[in-house]
């Protein structure tokens, strides 16, 4: 990547970290738990046993994903926004906690049974996403489980405010999503277009993959 690009990664990096951190308590406090979120997270538990080690990428406060999951699981969250993950030591006292980038994950491969990706990767340029995902197949276990938030609309970036923050977004429309998620090593076992509650109008793919044998 040359440097004027990273220098655009960085600034939007800063930009949804600050915007983060700027509405956590209010992020947490409004955000509810989806019908449509608590069928997909049901689909992926179904395929897990007790104990496994499991990747909450762009954990936030918490609320509710990390929090369910690790009354079962050994939850690793990672997040952008520090003062998220303050709000998550306490929400998820079990939890390992890092503030990281999960476009620069720092875990060894095949780290985790599964990985839970909850409305974070639609913060990232889409540019970056295969990484993103192939970084995802590598810290995963063989037949590994990723449960992902992307896309339902082609969205190359934009730039607004959520919750009374400046936010930036940035996404491919569901069907290339669920190819790019087959290009980059996993097999699509189910998938459905959810409505966001937090944002009226708005809709996200959710879709359980499986590490697929390398070829």
């Known amino acids: 990547m040359d440097p004027e690009a990273l220098s655009e990664r960085a600034a939007l990096t800063a930009g949804v970290r600050a915007g983060y951190d700027a509405m956590a308590h209010r992020y947490r ?7 449509g979120e608590t069928q997909a997270m ?3 538990t179904a395929r897990l046993t007790a104990g496994c080690r499991i990747l909450d990428a762009g954990c936030g406060s918490g609320e509710p ?3 369910e999951l690790s009354t079962r699981y050994r939850v690793v969250g990672v997040d952008l926004s520090l003062a998220q993950l303050r709000l998550a ?18 875990f060894a491969p095949r780290t985790f049974d599964a990985i839970c990706a909850y409305y974070s990767i639609i913060h990232i340029p889409r540019e970056l996403h295969a990484g993103v995902l192939s970084a995802f197949r590598e810290v995963l ?8 938030c992307l896309g339902a609309d082609d969205n190359p970036a934009q730039h607004g405010e959520f919750m009374g923050a400046p936010m930036f977004w940035s996404h491919y429309d569901a069907p290339t999503n669920l190819d790019l998620l087959r290009t980059c090593g996993f097999e699509v076992l189910w998938h459905e277009v959810v409505a966001d509650q937090t944002s009226p ?8 993959g499986r ?3 390398s070829s």
Do not use: N, Y
């Open 29 to 35: 406090a409004e955000r509810g738990t989806d019908p």
């Open 89 to 106: 030591r306490a929400t998820v006292p079990l939890a390992a906690l890092a503030c990281q980038d999960m476009a620069r994950l720092g």
């Open 201 to 208: 109008g708005s809709e996200h793919l959710f879709a359980l």
């Open 141 to 148: 276990v063989e037949g590994g489980l990723a449960l992902l």
């Open 42 to 44: 049901a689909r992926l």
């Open 65 to 67: 994903i990390a929090r």
């Open 211 to 213: 590490k697929a044998p």
